[in-house]
């Protein structure tokens, strides 16, 4: 390895460690620096001049979206847009560091990004992917597939589509950040930012019913005390509910409500939102539930609540 490709990998390594520290970036995110990263220092161009010149940076992107990189396929705009972000934000901290002499950062554009449209289910579809979860009324007989972990599947996409969680913040709650008495979560969300989300009364019934019926037999599997009290949301070994599985579970309530292949954890939160909105709620107090750093992020869901929109004028306008 030459001296230019062990330099430019060690500031690789120093730049992770510092998002990870000092920005205190999520695990998945530094993955994908990461990644991106390791594949930019792999390319021989890059490894022999990329502390002088932005050129090689800007050859590696071009390749990458013409398909002449990894896998021979043009990358998507999104993930073309993370590798110049991710090859830039490297960049900017070398300069920073001293570790290059010119800013080359600033001379790497990020791709435009590609906005795509929430796709929420209404109202009536999101009930009957609730209730396509399983679980069941007390008073009533058990239907099939009512077992514990119906319960537990009812549960959590209660929880998503009450507090508009991302999938990763409800897998990642340990017992102590859910409240029953106060009625609300604590959650971590992007940038290690905590926020307090309220939960509504039917997701409150179905946490509380997993917690008191099916948790603690399948958390008594693993020996020892857990920190926190444990994950919220387990397997039937005890362990914390993996992403794979959560996904498992949404399509299969997805399939058995018939609402197709459309549905995805996320569909709960585009909901969530776009609920609350056409229920007259402030665009501000929505941004802040979801956790959302700006503002424009929360405004794609404004176009969806239109009739809403007219409803508001026609009652507020006095020419209207």
Do not use: C
């Not at 560091?97 to 929430?118: F, G, K, S, V, Y």
């Not at 009812?154 to 990642?172: C, F, K, P, Q, T």
């Not at 307090?196 to 603690?216: C, K, M, S």
Request: avoid cysteine.
């Amino acid at each position: 390895m030459s001296a230019s490709a062990e330099r430019l990998r060690t500031a690789i390594s120093d730049y992770l460690v510092h998002l990870r520290v000092e920005r205190g970036l999520a695990p998945a995110t530094l993955r994908a620096y990461g990644s991106d990263l390791l594949a930019f220092a792999a390319d021989p161009a890059v490894a022999r001049g990329w502390d002088s010149s932005v050129e090689p940076a800007t050859r590696y992107l071009s390749r990458s979206a013409a398909g002449l990189g990894h896998a021979g396929r043009p990358l998507r705009s999104t993930s073309l847009r993370r590798r110049a972000a991710s090859i830039r934000g490297f960049y900017r901290f070398a300069y920073g560091d001293e570790l290059i002499q010119t800013d080359l950062a600033a001379r790497i554009d990020l791709p435009r990004q590609t906005r795509l449209l929430p796709d929420p289910l209404d109202i009536e579809a999101t009930n009957r992917l609730l209730e396509a979860a399983g679980g069941r009324d007390p008073d009533e007989s058990p239907p099939p597939g009512s077992g514990p972990a119906r319960i537990r599947d009812r549960a959590l996409l209660e929880l998503l589509y009450a507090a508009g969680l991302r999938i990763s913040e409800a897998l990642n709650l340990d017992r102590e950040d859910l409240v029953l008495e106060g009625g609300f979560v604590r959650v971590i969300g992007k940038g290690n930012k905590e926020r307090l989300v309220p939960v509504g009364e039917v997701a409150l019934d179905w946490l509380g019913r997993y917690i008191d019926e099916v948790r603690p037999a399948w958390l008594a599997l693993v020996p020892g005390d857990p920190p926190r009290g444990g994950p919220l949301f387990v397997t039937g070994r005890g362990h914390r509910l993996g992403r794979q599985a959560a996904w498992t579970v949404v399509k299969r309530a997805a399939r058995d409500a018939g609402l197709g292949d459309r549905v995805t954890p996320h569909t709960l939160r585009h909901s969530f939102a776009t609920h609350l909105l056409e229920g007259g709620a402030d665009l501000r107090i929505v941004q802040e539930l979801l956790g959302h750093a700006s503002i424009s992020t929360t405004q794609l869901y404004t176009h969806l609540s239109g009739e809403r929109i007219r409803e508001v004028y026609a009652r507020a306008h006095p020419r209207a």
